[in-house]
């Protein structure tokens, strides 16, 4: 086996996973304030780098305004779907609220390909193509660029999460939203706050992944590996996304490479299966025990 070839197609497993672990948080911030499985995350992933490109290409803005309107962009979807359509229907059985977010998703790719129709695009190019090198392994210059932004992006959450009064709220407010109650938070508000935070996340990652391969209405595909990465590591769990999303990059970049790219989903997928068999909660994820 080459050894350099291996080291070339990890590093580019990783940075993909760096992404699949940004994506996945979107679910996982969304989920553990409340308790929604947002299968829609996906399809905000492809609003977020479309956004990005009506504002770059569109309108001629530099990339440095146009990445924050997405992710603006992405926040306020996240904002408009909590309040109207995710809030009333609290207390609903959990299968119809998951059916809404299944149905946003259509809606939202209906909107695209209604707006900039269903071809592949480029974005404006904003990272470069300069070639970088760790030692003699070449890594794309979009995959290492794409892997720090994720890296720190990452890195501010879980700052935010332990420092900020926000985070405290959504911690508090996923351990226990009584509590939560009781102690003054504003649990509307951090459900407010978890969709916006969540959808905005994925709108980023939407730029960088958009800026490695284009986009195009089905990029929201990504989002299902994105899924697997939180079921795997758990839906609670901000370490499982993290963890979870670099090995299920590495996995899906070794089974593209050496079985073939066919195999890539077949494999991630089959990994999902066997861990629902196993660990059902996740490797991480908090296991709920019922009294009966």
Known sequence: MDVLF????????LGSGALLSLTALAFVLIYKATRVIN?????VLMLGAYLFFAFASGLGMPAWAAIPLAIAGGGAIGAVVERGMIRPMLGENPIAVFMVTIGLGSVLVGLVELTWG???????????????????????????IAFVVAALVIALFLALFRFWRGGVALRATAT?????????????????????IGCGTAAGAGVLLGAIGGISPAMGVF???????????GLDSVAGALLGGLAIGLIEAW???YLG?????VTTFGLLIV???IRPYGLFGTREIERL
């Open 6 to 13: 291996f080291i070339e197609v990890s590093l580019a497993g």
């Open 39 to 43: 299968l829609a995350v996906g399809e």
């Open 118 to 144: 269903t071809d592949p695009r480029a974005l404006p190019a904003f990272m470069g193509n300069a070639p970088i090198f760790l030692g003699e392994a070449y890594v794309s210059r979009k995959i290492a």
């Open 176 to 196: 226990d939203q009584a509590a939560a109650y009781s102690c003054g938070i504003n649990v509307p508000g951090v459900f407010s706050l978890a969709w916006i």
């Open 223 to 233: 989002g299902l590996s994105a899924l697997v990465v939180v079921i795997v590591g």
């Open 255 to 257: 089974a593209g490479t």
């Open 261 to 265: 790219g066919e195999y890539k989903l």
């Open 275 to 277: 861990a629902l068999m």
